[in-house]
């Protein structure tokens, strides 16, 4: 089937849908792609911090039932595959934003399925600080706000962005998938034209563009986490 | 004044409770530099975060210039831990800000103004020698550097207590020596209270002026360092003075003065300082008890050496000896103790 992918009318044939189609496609992969994240970010961000900070032992102790509810809530929402869950959330997304089609539509589900796990993977990162840290704030005098927003979010940036680069491109992964019901972007693409029209090397390019923004997120990511980890010894000062 | 009374702590775990405070009484007068030292498990954590309610105690008081820390409220007792602060073993420096902010850090805690809090904290950089790191992270520091960035840190609420909890077990001796030099200026130039906890016998010798043993939880031993040291009676400060020999007390001569020479990682090798002594000052010691190690290029332990009762031969001798880095020598003839503290030695 993909013998003659390169005949040269296929090769024009790409080049005129690649020149009308795939500049919003892009576009609107980059903003439900971004969009999500922040979305998820807002919500899952406290919720990790929660999770850590409402332990037991915790700077902020929660109900133990408060915790289990929340650990169990994430747990279900994170086994759902993303293709029920953006069927079973349809009735939310038609309420947030008016309609289930469409990219601000696929935005909603996208969102949901990511916010737990961003809350699991913040609370990884701030399991990783040093306890003792924690103590010396608190040995200070610091109230539990005070030990979140001073201590244990400042000193766990570089984790939290090497996370937030891991959810960004998996979330990315997610927007072509939504193509699939109703979203837009360069997943929607590789649908329409791949597999319901034939059309291998349009698929093909739309694949090579979400590969290439993945590098793109990851190496950006990569950079700031380095780039911001006081630890790092080699990065010396300059006065 | 911190009096500790009745104080007890367990810990209850999986399969046993631990009892890792019992009944412990003790009075810490302001001003003073006081040891506990002990072994480990024996406690001085435990005592240590007690004193701030890092750890609740189970039973008993803290008692902290007549306010009884137990008894105050959430907010109360944040005030509180501005004005009793603390040092640890691992430095514990927030890795992501530099040393200025590290230092500011306790006074954004306090909602001290930026431009107060930031010229207290150049200050203090100052006070702790390093007022050329303002701008460098923790990570770019070697330990004492940094111990030294925590004691800013430390200081930058005013307090009126210092607590530090093997603050200096991480610290190659000649750190160790600069780092309890640090500490003991800031007790006599800001009248700080400190309480250092440690394992090591040098780390009392060298800085405080009382001392309490801690054995298992109780106070096995508790009193001015000389007196301590000099005539240890229980098994756990035997234990700690003669590590070698806990029976063997050394009985001096009558008439005989005896000086304590406690060797922290110096230079010297033992048995030539006395020798050459000898040769130099003509002053012939009688070792009544050594027991020294070389570690590395360094000498540890302490000896306890016999001379004449002469004020001038023994003076002499303290300052031959002390002229060595990492040699702290102490009288320890029993009517001499109150002096020696009064002198400031
Ligand atoms: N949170 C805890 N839970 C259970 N047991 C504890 C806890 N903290 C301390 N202990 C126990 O209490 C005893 C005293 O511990 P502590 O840390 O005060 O000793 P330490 O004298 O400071 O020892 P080291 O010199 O090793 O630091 C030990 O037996 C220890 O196991
Ligand atoms: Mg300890």
Known sequence: MFT?????EKVSEAVDIFLSDFPLALWETLYATVLSTLFAVLLGLPLGILLVAGEKNGVLPLPSWVLKTLNVVINILRSIPFLILMILVIPVTRALVGTSIGTMASVVPLSIAAFPFIARLV?????ELNPNIIETAQSMGASPLQIIFKVMIPESVPSLISNFTIAITTILGYTAMSGIIGGGGLGKIAINYGY????????????????VIV?????VGTYLAVKLDKRIKTRRHHQ | MIELRHLSKSFKTAD????ALKDIN????????????GMSGAGKSTLVRCINMLEVPTEGDVIIDGVNVGELDTKALRDLRRG?????????LLMQRNCLDNIIFPLELAHVDKETARKRALELLEIVG????????PSQLSGGQQQRIAIARALATDPKVLLCDEATSALDPKTTHQILELIRDINRRLSITVIVITHQMSVVEEICNRVAILDDGTVAEEGTVSEVFASPKSEAAKRLVYPDSAESTPAAREGERTLRVVFNGSAVTTSPLIAQMAMDEHIAANILYASTRTIGDGVYGNMLLGFPDDDEIVARATKYLTAGTGIVVMETRPEEQENRKEKGE
């Open chain 1, 215 to 219: 590098q793109v997120f990851q190496a």
């Open chain 2, 16 to 19: 046993a409770t631990v009892d």
């Open chain 2, 84 to 92: 009793v602060t603390m040092i640890f073993q691992g430095f514990n």
């Open chain 2, 130 to 137: 390093l007022p050329d790191k303002a701008q460098a992270y």
């Open chain 1, 4 to 8: 003659n992918m390169f005949a040269p």
């Open chain 1, 196 to 211: 319901y029209r034939y059309k291998y090397l349009v698929m093909m390019v739309a694949v090579i563009l979400l590969v």
């Open chain 1, 123 to 127: 609370e990884s990162s701030l399991r």
């Open chain 2, 26 to 37: 003790l009075t810490i007068h302001s001003g003073d530099i006081y040891g506990i030292i």
